[in-house]
């Protein structure tokens, strides 16, 4: 996985290691793009609803890349690009799923995320990261 997201976040090092990595076809790859795409949007409306928490996360785009950053974006494609094209099938059609009956498996993550940091629930952490300031929100836990 590490070394197919240096591929956007490392090219030169990347390119060592080209010979030592598996070869990738093209349904993996399209189904990679894919999913990494659906959970950029999701990890998008996360964002939008949560953007004090999110803004405590990775950066979700490729373009925030460097400097030792690496984006949801590109740690999402490295990770898929290290499953078989079967499993990102079953992936797909998990992902469609949840689409279809309008969930966010993005959402669903930050927020068993933040109850594992100590919140209540995604909105408590939000609202206590808003106001750091304020005594009866203080934080008592590491960001999610």
């Known amino acids: 996985k590490y070394a197919r997201m ?13 010979p030592l990595l598996p070869p ?15 959970t950029v949007r999701w990890a998008e409306e996360t964002a939008r609803q949560y953007p004090c928490c999110c803004s405590h996360a990775r950066p979700i785009h490729a373009s925030a890349d460097g400097g030792g950053v690496t984006s949801l974006e590109t740690y999402t494609l490295g990770e898929f ?34 109850r594992l940091y100590g ?18 929100k203080a934080q008592k836990n590491p960001t999610p």
Request: glycine share 2%; no cysteine; hydrophobic share 35%.
């Open 6 to 18: 240096m591929k956007y976040t490392a090219p030169e090092e990347y390119a060592a290691l080209v």
């Open 24 to 38: 990738l076809d093209d349904e993996t790859v399209s189904l990679a793009r894919e999913l990494t795409a659906q």
């Open 81 to 114: 690009l290290t499953y078989s094209p079967q499993t990102l099938r079953l992936f797909r059609a998990y992902y469609a799923e949840k689409a279809k009956t309008g969930e966010n498996l993005y959402l669903e993550i930050q927020e068993r995320t933040a």
């Open 119 to 136: 919140y209540a629930s995604l909105q408590d952490a939000e609202q206590k990261l808003s106001n750091p300031q304020d005594p009866a």
